[in-house]
């Protein structure tokens, strides 16, 4: 038997259909280099890129990326600035390639909270590649689970005080319907560097079935291979969804 992971999946292996990924380790991956927390951030940027890359050539459908979550507002400014102006970067410097590749961008969270030069490049890039449909990228951006879900049922609430919901018609269906991630479907594969054991307010109610795999690599050292071999490994689970085994 083949003990190397090979560099692409082999033929009728089961791809997870959405991959989402919790990017952590990026500040422990400079302070190991004496270099500065942002430094590990444009770093990150790199992997990101090749996780983008590698899902399109392997033809995973939804990447989804926790870029920055409502907590990390909490941060230094001048962290929070610089990661700002990075995310603005690599739209600039990606979007091309994300063109002519087929993948739509897509971003999920606080747009409102953003500075408004990002926002105008993300309101460009998803007009522009609004009709791409290889690849879907979902960048999570000031994104927090509790408070989409607090979101979503105060716009059910609304519905249903306007006389325009019923109140028994709020089922689990439903109710996801008024997440951002309305059109998307849950992640099969939930990925989180940096080896800590949590979810960190991402995707609650998204991952109630999703297989999870925590490395300990820090982001900005994730590499392809590392994610053959998660790959790997999530195509001999076996996923039950609560069932039993026939
Ligand atoms: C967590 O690492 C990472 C972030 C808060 C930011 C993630 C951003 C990137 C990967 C770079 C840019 C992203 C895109 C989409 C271009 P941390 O700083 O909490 O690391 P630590 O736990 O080691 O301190």
Not at 41 to 57: F, L, S, W, Y
Not at 123 to 133: F, G, L, P
Not at 180 to 187: C, L, M, S
Not at 217 to 230: N, Q, Y
Request: glycine share 6%; charged share 30%; net charge neutral.
């Amino acid at each position: 038997m083949k003990s190397e992971v090979s560099e692409t999946p082999y033929a009728g292996a089961r791809l997870p259909l959405h991959v989402a990924v919790i990017m952590d380790g990026n500040g422990r991956w400079a302070k190991k280099r004496m270099l500065n927390r942002v430094k590990g951030h444009e770093k990150g940027a790199d992997a990101v890129r090749m996780m983008i890359r590698t899902c399109r050539e392997i033809g995973i459908r939804h990447l989804t990326l926790y870029a920055f979550s409502t907590e990390n507002w909490q941060r230094p400014k001048t962290e929070v600035k610089a990661l700002m102006e990075l995310l603005k970067r690599f739209l600039a410097s990606e979007k091309q390639e994300m063109i002519d590749n087929h993948i739509r961008i897509n971003v999920i969270g606080e747009l409102d909270r953003l500075p408004e030069d990002l926002v105008v490049s993300i309101k460009k890039a998803m007009d522009e590649t609004a009709d791409k449909n290889a690849m879907q990228l979902n960048l999570a951006l000031s994104y927090g689970g509790r408070s989409e879900i607090a979101m979503a049922c105060a716009e059910i609430a609304r519905k249903v005080k306007n006389g325009e919901a019923d109140i028994h018609a709020i089922t689990p269906e439903y109710f996801e319907r008024h997440l951002y991630t309305a059109d998307i479907p849950d992640p099969d594969l939930l990925i989180r560097t940096g080896g800590e054991y949590r979810i960190s307010n991402f995707l609650l109610w998204q991952i109630a079935y999703s297989e999870l795999f925590i490395t300990s690599t820090l982001w900005p050292d994730f590499s392809r291979k590392e994610f053959m071999e998660i790959l790997s490994d999530y195509n001999r689970r076996e996923r039950r969804f609560g069932r039993v085994d026939d």
